[in-house]
């Protein structure tokens, strides 16, 4: 992402939470005193009027949470821009009545009018923004995720920094070979068996308290990651701190990416570091009789354990 | 073997399963001598925990031999005859070097699951769903026992079966539940609830110095035991009115700790029961807290509300106005069971208590499902079952 796009990006949210809150405000205000915006708009009110614009209100208050909760989804904003038409069009059917300050109407108007190029232009931006994340011409993917371990930071540190035994507590990765040069191959076996494949190199090794690698040309998954490794505060054990990005592959790969990282690429990390603190604070992996099975399972004793991928059982 | 298996609400049924096997080092495989039907496996039972699936096997209160142990179990060998806690809890991680077992941060593998509905997760408990973790329970001929270097514990021959199964829940549920009282000489402590855990609790108070304790239930045969055996006074909520009778009892100051026994599914007469009924069917509310709710209220300015009935997801209506201009105090959790172990084990070999004495009903395994349906209905003045695979 080029700094300028960063920075456009950037005013847009500010933009799209402005019009969130504006939603709310105006809902709540349609909602509980109905007669006072009527009158400041122009229409004299009539009790019809009154529950079209507590209804206009509850339609802005959805739009509104929507909106806050959910800054990436253009659907919300799309919402609003039908809310907007729908208003438009109420004003100029009440600009005809005779009854109405058409004064008011009009100054009403052209301020929905400005409110509704503003989400036009916002809802443009995030559709846009979606389907680009899509076509991979941004990083796809990025996730933060920490965990504490009843460790000291040179242990956990020494665990981790044995790559090839990484496989213990990552569930999708095969094996892991060094290569020499603080290089090092990775297999990964995604879901359906598609097996993906890496060269990986180490950017930077500070003992007992940092690592970061990233993934050479050619890679299956181009992505780039770190570890850092702080002492936590009294007497926690380890603070351990994984920062991920991926950068989006085409096609196969792509999504086959997706599954193995699912919705949210930070759940699957998760996941991995929970393993990895079982293994460190527990000596293995902790299997429970329906956690050994892949997806859903009742909790009842397994047929054979000869069948079981135990795999995930450490290195010993 | 045979395993009792909940197949769907308020069916449970008898099943053929494989054997359990060791899975980790440190697990051990028990054949289960004694094992009981626990107060909160009737919400498993009504479909109030989410995530059970068709084929779970039932039952977290259990105690046998050591059948095997895996290469990681050094304190063990097989024949030998233990009680096993229902959390697992790793021994190692820094909830359990605090001794908080039921709050393992290892031993439950669906932890994410447990994440999302309650913020964090708890320990893995046996029998108990697949949000602590979807371990086979206690209600079978044999159980695996993950860390069991670390929960079970030996019992001398010298005691039965019967007089220390409750080890693995009950006895240190209502022994915490009475510890959280902080009870101080003079104090009075209410139990709502006269089921296993109430009536545990309320002798525990005694033992930890309460002056009185006062037991509230609507079931004559439980108030009767909690009268009898317990030595409680006791209320009966569908003939008097509770917080006006504790009002009664304490000068208007109130009972100096309330203890909540009951959990999830309590019942009340009248349109508070008809809400929250109403509110649980259509998801609106999860759990109906109607003793807490009263315990709230009953309790003294300054006072311990202490939680060890199950709740599961979300409470409606809680008097937190109440809670808060009155400076109460809540303490809850699962039971640390590993923490109590040994010097509730004192207590039973000194004759201090013998747990015992709550049993009401004597099946086999196979009778489990009649049990199930017998202890709901409270028939037959059902307030214990304990079954006996072998």
């Known amino acids: 992402m080029s700094e300028r796009e960063n920075e456009s990006g950037r005013d847009v949210s500010q933009i799209v939470r402005g019009l969130g809150w504006f939603s709310i405000g105006l809902g709540l205000a349609e909602i509980l005193m109905p007669g006072k915006l009527s009158r400041l708009i122009g229409i004299n009110k009539e009790e019809n009027t009154l529950a079209l614009l507590r209804f206009y209100g509850f339609r802005e208050l959805g739009a509104g949470i929507g909106i806050l909760s959910q800054p990436q989804e253009p659907m919300w904003l799309w919402s609003r821009v039908a809310g907007d038409v729908v208003d438009l069009s109420s004003l100029l059917k009440a600009l005809n009545s005779e009854e109405n300050d058409n004064g008011k109407l009009l100054g009403a108007l052209l301020a929905v009018a400005g409110v509704t190029a503003l989400d036009v232009y916002c809802a443009e931006q995030l559709s846009a923004a979606g389907s680009s994340e899509g076509r991979g011409q941004r990083m796809s993917a990025q996730a933060t995720e920490t965990i504490l371990i009843n460790r000291e930071p040179d242990e956990v540190y020494s665990y981790w920094h044995n790559y090839e035994q990484l496989p213990s507590f990552m ?50 998954v181009h992505h780039a990651g770190s570890v850092r490794f702080d002492k936590a505060t009294g007497g926690r054990g380890t603070l351990l701190r994984v920062e991920m990005q991926y950068a989006p592959p085409g096609g196969r790969i792509s999504a086959t990416l997706a599954k193995l990282v699912g919705q949210d690429p930070g759940a699957q990390i998760k996941e991995d570091l929970r393993r990895l603190k079982q293994v ?14 892949p997806g859903m399972h009742p909790a009842s004793p397994p047929e054979r354990v000869e069948d079981l991928n135990l795999a995930l059982s450490p290195v010993s | 073997m045979k395993a009792n298996c909940w197949m769907g609400k308020r069916d449970l049924r008898i099943q053929n399963v494989p054997d359990p096997k060791i899975l980790n080092k440190r697990d051990a495989i028990v054949r289960i001598t004694a094992t009981a039907i626990c107060g909160s496996d009737l919400h498993l039972y009504n479909g109030m925990v989410p995530t059970m699936e068709a084929g779970d096997v039932m039952g977290h209160e259990f105690m046998g031999v050591v059948e095997e142990t895996g290469p990681g179990v050094k304190n063990l060998k097989r024949g030998d005859r233990v009680v096993v806690p229902f959390p697992i809890a790793c021994g190692g991680c820094w909830s359990c070097s605090h001794q908080m077992y039921s709050l393992c941060e290892n031993s439950n593998p669906n932890a994410g699951m447990a994440e999302k509905l309650w913020g964090h997760s708890g320990a893995g408990i046996f029998g108990y769903s697949h949000l602590t973790g979807g371990f086979a329970g206690g209600q079978a001929e044999y159980a695996r026992v993950p860390f069991a270097d670390v929960g079970p514990i030996k019992v001398p021959e010298s005691l039965t079966d019967e007089q220390v199964l409750f080890l693995s829940d009950i006895f240190p549920t209502g022994y915490m539940g009475a510890e959280m009282c902080s009870i101080q000489p003079g104090d009075t402590i209410a139990v709502w609830g006269c089921g296993p855990v109430g009536q545990l609790a309320i002798k525990s108070a005694y033992l930890l110095g309460a002056e009185r304790v006062i037991a509230i239930d609507r079931f004559p045969a439980r108030l009767r035991m909690a009268h009898d055996k317990g030595g409680a006074e006791t209320l009966h909520y569908e003939e008097t009115d509770v917080l006006e009778a504790l009002q009664e009892a304490t000068g208007g100051r109130g009972p100096d700790a309330c203890i909540d026994a009951v959990g999830l599914e309590a019942h009340t007469p009248g349109i508070v029961h008809a809400y929250d009924r109403a509110k649980q069917a259509m998801m609106l509310e999860s ?23 199950v709740y599961g997801g979300f409470i409606d209506k809680f008097p937190m106005g109440s809670f808060m201009n009155r400076s109460l105090t809540m303490r809850t959790g699962q039971t640390h069971v590993h923490r109590y172990l040994k010097p509730l084990l004192e207590r039973i070999e000194k004759g201090e208590i013998d747990p015992s004495y709550i049993i009401t009903h004597r099946l086999k395994l196979d009778e489990a499902p009649e049990g199930f349906a017998k202890f709901l209905a409270k028939d037959d003045d059902c307030i214990k079952v304990v079954l006996k695979p072998h």
């Open chain 1, 171 to 220: 569930k999708y990765i095969e094996s892991v070979t060094l290569t020499g040069e603080g290089r090092s191959h990775w297999v990964a076996k995604g879901p359906g068996g598609i097996d993906l494949e890496w060269d990986a190199e180490t950017t930077e090794e500070r003992p007992g308290q940092f690592l970061s690698w990233r993934s050479l040309p050619g890679a299956d």
């Open chain 1, 280 to 293: 460190i604070e527990t000596g293995e992996v902790v299997a429970s009789d329906a956690s050994i099975h």
């Open chain 2, 287 to 309: 759990d109906r807290p109607i003793a807490l709710r009263q315990a709230v209220m009953a309790c003294r300015n300054g006072g311990t509300v202490s939680v060890i009935g």
